[in-house]
Structure formats: structure tokens, C-alpha cells
């Protein structure tokens, strides 16, 4: 592909000026003929910027034979994509065939540059999220290919993760003859499903962490001993939290223990969020939020559960699943949540397969192949979006809703859209009591109470919305109120805080817990408003605190 067809975002024209400064922050070298800038697996790659000649990004077939050009960068332009930002290894290679100059940036340096120059730091994020969108939508996205069974929990779970974060890569089912072609040539069974392949790599029964660990993307201890800001949780208020602090000079890391975007990256379409009249979803919500914030320097690492949290020798110690401990100066939690499950037997037979959390293109599309009506579960505004979305789709829909009138907990424009649409049949006063299939979801049982009888109703799929439990369970020795969640500041009894505070010679700051120096926002927080956009001003109001604590401010 040549540079000037993949138009003005993905390969910007710079004026003599930016280039200047491109080049001001980098050093220039002579490049030979056929001399790889780098490969499909390297780690820590420089930014480009091409002086003379042509550099062409190459995709390896894992099954042999040539390298495929994926584009070409010619004079004047700069290689890279959101690889730059985030610390992934490189999935595709780039070399110059015939030689030149270049310009070469360090990662650290580039990072620096994107923080102070806003003219600039636009123009080239405007061409790696393009280029993402590209390598995503075409032949690059087999540098990452998932095989796996349609109806595994397994590789829905891995293909969610992937998605979550907007990551290049191609599904193949291992029930047809290219999965089956893929297998054999790589040496791997369908014992071993799922199975990823990568340009420098089989990972045999992949799982997100394995993933992540192989594409550099797991937490990494940086040159620092002790960071200033951990942020717990990667929905709408630890993003806010994270972009904020790193965006004010702390060094900020962000783990998060399953994808980035917590219970709003699902969501279909937020329409009631400040500055969208028009909507927006949860995906992209959350992958601008985590361009933001990695822009600026936030550490993002996911799958990343933190499992403990401790105080000793005036640091913060957040413990991570694999034994990892990160010391900081602050923590910000905003674990979120945890999706209620109903008590029915045979119910965690099929999670992910066949029974879902959220609705996003990957279940509309497996369940609209279905003839079978899907069943949405939930009186709130997510299991209303979840029935919109799922009908625009194709599939007829009924939602069960519990109690005897949808307006009680739904907005009202969702209620109307609910009533107006040809495919959604609302369902009052009825339950969940029953879940059944074979090798998954096939049928549910619901019971009708005003009525006081049950139906068996083929079911396609079943979308399960009706709340959440705060994910408090690894917070020992923080105060939290009889439901589980973190209380703060004034909400604080003076038994959970005069003698912590009582040394420091303070009350506790807005967002602060009873240890001095955490701080909770969003779901987790006892008393918070349960809104994306509430989640997202307690996650920036935090990082205030944060600097007052640890005396930036």
C-alpha cells in the first residue's frame, strides 16, 4: 500500500516545522539495504522518522514463505502505532529494502515529547488509532490469530480480552478447514485449544494472562523502586485516575485484573454521557480513555489482579496474583464491581457459553445465527441497552424483568424504544429458575409469578443484568459499610480513623479511606452515584487528594 492511499490520518502530511522538531528529538543513521529497523517480537523499538527511502511494514506467515507487506512509509512520514504508546511487542516487522536515513527516537524519549508537545502529540495519535483501525481490519490482524472451538467459554474469554483492547487479530474456528490446516501445521491438537499463534510463538491453551505475558503487555517494575500512584481497577473511574496522574506529572501504574473498561466497556450505546448527543459505546469510551492516559505515560497492565493490599516502612504495597508487590507512595482503588449471578443449578456450566454479562458484536453475532429468541435479564438502564442492541441486531428478544413496572428502574427514552421496537416482548413479574442445554445454553425455565406458572422457553442465549457486589474481597483492614463497599472521608466514624490520622495530625482528604494515603472512586465507593460519568470526575477529583497526600499539592 502506498503511503498517500491510506489518507491524511493514517499518514499525516508534517510541515517543515514539525518535522524539525520530530528530528530535533532524535538522532539521525544511515540505514543499508535490507537492514531490518525492527521485528515481529522486539520489545523496546524506536519511533521512526524516514528521511530518504521506504520502509515496509511485513506480516510472517506462520506457516512459511515470504513476508507480507502490510503498507509502506516513504519520505517524510513516521513509522508506528499504538504499540509506541502501550509497550506491546511488535507484531510486525518494518524494513527498508533498498536502504536510507532515518531518524530514531527512543520510547522514552517519544513518550516525553507526546506530553509536551499537544501540536504534534495530536497528529500522531491520530495516526496510530487510524493505523490501529487498519491493522485490525485487515491482513495484519492475522499477525495474532486465536483458534479455538465457537462454543468455548475459554476462547470467548481470551477473544473478549483481545477485543476489550482493541488488539489486531483473526478468529479462526478450529472446526473448519483453515483452523484445521492452521493446527496441523503448527504441531498443536484441538487438546490444546485455545490456541494463539503469533509471528514468534504457539501458545497452546492460551489463556488472557498468557497472552499478555507474551505480547509484553503484563505488569513490568519500571527503573523506579516505588511509583507514585497505583491505580486499582481500569473502568471509567481508575482510567479517569490514571490519565489524570500521569497527566500531572505522577508516575502512575494501572492494573487491572480482566479488561480495561470495567461494566461500561459493554455497554452497546451511553447516551446520557456530557459531550456525546449522540452516544457513544462503552468500547470506544474506554479506548479512548486508555489512549489518554498511556499518551501521558500511565503503565497499563491487564489481566492483572491485585489480591492485597498493605502499609509498612511509610509505602503502600499493592500484591499481585503472580506474587508480584508494587511499593507506591498512593493508591487509587477503583475496583469496580462484580456481576451478580442467579442461584440456579447448572448455572456455571454456562457462563460464557451461552450465558453472558454483556452484550457486545461478539455474542449479537452468535446469537442472531440462532433462530431461538435471546432472553435479557434486569428492570435497569444496562439490561435495556443490552435488549435494544441485541434486536438491532436480528434477534427477537425478551426481557425478563422482575418486579411489575419497567419505568421503576429504567430511563424513561430506553422504556420508549423498548416499547416501540417489533422485536422485544417485556416480560413483568417473571424469574430466571431454570437454565439447561447440551454442550451449552439451549433453554431456560421462567416463572411467571402473577400468573403461578412456569414456561420452558429455546433460548439462543441468556443476558444477565441485575447488579453487581463490590470487589472489596482482597482489601483487608480497609472500613467498608455492611454491603461491602469502600467508605470514605466524612462517611468515616471516628473509630476507623483517630488513630491513623490522629499521628498524621489531619482528617482524612475527599476520597480518602481509612488508610491514609488510598483512596476509592467510582462503583466501589459506598455512597457514589452509580453513572460512567460520576465514576469518571470521583476518578480525576481523587488524583487531588493524591497530591495533597503525598505533598505535590
Known amino acids: ?65 515470504a513476508n507480507q507487506v502490510i503498507a509502506s512509509i516513504g519520505e517524510g512520514n513516521f513509522v508506528g502505532e499504538l504499540n509506541m504508546l ?144 497505583v491505580v486499582v481497577g481500569g473502568g471509567p473511574g481508575g482510567l479517569a485516575a490514571a490519565l489524570y496522574g500521569a497527566s500531572e506529572g505522577l508516575d502512575t501504574v494501572l492494573v487491572e485484573g480482566v479488561a480495561v473498561g470495567g461494566q461500561a466497556a459493554p455497554s452497546s450505546r451511553i447516551e446520557n454521557y456530557l459531550g456525546f448527543p449522540s452516544g457513544l459505546s462503552g468500547a470506544d469510551l474506554t479506548t479512548r480513555a486508555l489512549v489518554q492516559a498511556q499518551k501521558f505515560g500511565a503503565r497499563v497492565s491487564s489481566p492483572c489482579e491485585s489480591v492485597a493490599l498493605t502499609t509498612g516502612d511509610g509505602e503502600l504495597v499493592v500484591a499481585l496474583h503472580d506474587g508480584t508487590r508494587i511499593a507506591t507512595h498512593a493508591v487509587v482503588v477503583a475496583s469496580g464491581a462484580r456481576y451478580r449471578t442467579l442461584p440456579l443449578a447448572r448455572w456455571g456450566d454456562f457462563e460464557d457459553n451461552g450465558i453472558y454479562y454483556a452484550a457486545t458484536e461478539l455474542e449479537a453475532r452468535a446469537c442472531a445465527a440462532s433462530e431461538d429468541e435471546v432472553v435479557v435479564v434486569g428492570g435497569a438502564n444496562s439490561a435495556g441497552q443490552a435488549a435494544v442492541f441485541l434486536a438491532g441486531k436480528g434477534s427477537r428478544v425478551r426481557l425478563v424483568v422482575r418486579g411489575d413496572d419497567l419505568t421503576a428502574g429504567m430511563s424513561s427514552y430506553l422504556v420508549e424504544r423498548i416499547d416501540a421496537h417489533p422485536r422485544i416482548t417485556v416480560q413483568l413479574r417473571t424469574e430466571v429458575v431454570g437454565v439447561d442445554g447440551e454442550d451449552g445454553l439451549d433453554r431456560v425455565v421462567l416463572a411467571d409469578r402473577g400468573a403461578g406458572t412456569e414456561t420452558e422457553v429455546p433460548c439462543a442465549g441468556l443476558f444477565c443484568f441485575i447488579g453487581a457486589v463490590p470487589a472489596t474481597a482482597w482489601l483487608d483492614g480497609l472500613h467498608l459499610d455492611r454491603s461491602g463497599f469502600v467508605v470514605t472521608d466524612t462517611a468515616l466514624p471516628r473509630s476507623a480513623t483517630h488513630r491513623a490520622y490522629g499521628l498524621l495530625g489531619r482528617a482524612p482528604l475527599p476520597f480518602e479511606t481509612s488508610m491514609p494515603g488510598v483512596f476509592a472512586a467510582g462503583d466501589v465507593r459506598a455512597g457514589s452515584v452509580k453513572r460512567v460519568a460520576a465514576a469518571v470526575g470521583e476518578g480525576s477529583s481523587a488524583v487531588r487528594s493524591v497530591h495533597q497526600a503525598i505533598g505535590g499539592a
Open 1 to 65: 500500500m502506498a503511503p498517500d492511499d491510506g489518507g491524511a490520518d493514517r499518514f499525516p502530511r508534517l510541515t517543515p516545522s514539525q518535522l524539525a522538531r520530530l528530528r530535533a528529538a532524535s538522532e539521525p543513521a544511515e540505514i543499508a539495504p535490507d537492514t531490518a529497523l525492527f521485528l515481529a517480537g522486539d520489545v523496546d523499538y524506536d519511533f521512526i522518522l524516514v528521511d530518504e527511502g521506504q520502509v515496509d511494514i511485513e506480516l510472517a506467515s506462520p506457516l512459511g514463505g
Open 86 to 229: 502501550t509497550g506491546q511487542a511488535a507484531y510486525l516487522s518494518a524494513r527498508m529494502p533498498k536502504g536510507g536515513r532515518v531518524h530514531r527516537m527512543r520510547r522514552d524519549r517519544f513518550l516525553r515529547l507526546m506530553a509536551d508537545d499537544a501540536e504534534l502529540s495530536d497528529i500522531v495519535l491520530r495516526a496510530f488509532m487510524a493505523r490501529r483501525e487498519f491493522l485490525r481490519q485487515g491482513d495484519a490482524a492475522r499477525a495474532v490469530e486465536i483458534v479455538g472451538a465457537a462454543h468455548s467459554a475459554d476462547t470467548l474469554k481470551l477473544r473478549n480480552w483481545a477485543s476489550r483492547l482493541e488488539l489486531p487479530h483473526a478468529w479462526i474456528d478450529a472446526e473448519t478447514p483453515d483452523g484445521t490446516e492452521l493446527l496441523d501445521a503448527v504441531g498443536v491438537s484441538v487438546a490444546d485449544l485455545p490456541v494463539v499463534v503469533t509471528p514468534t510463538g504457539v501458545l497452546p491453551r492460551a489463556t488472557p494472562g498468557i497472552l499478555a505475558e507474551h505480547l509484553n503487555l503484563s505488569y513490568r517494575a519500571g527503573g523506579r523502586t516505588t511509583v507514585d500512584l
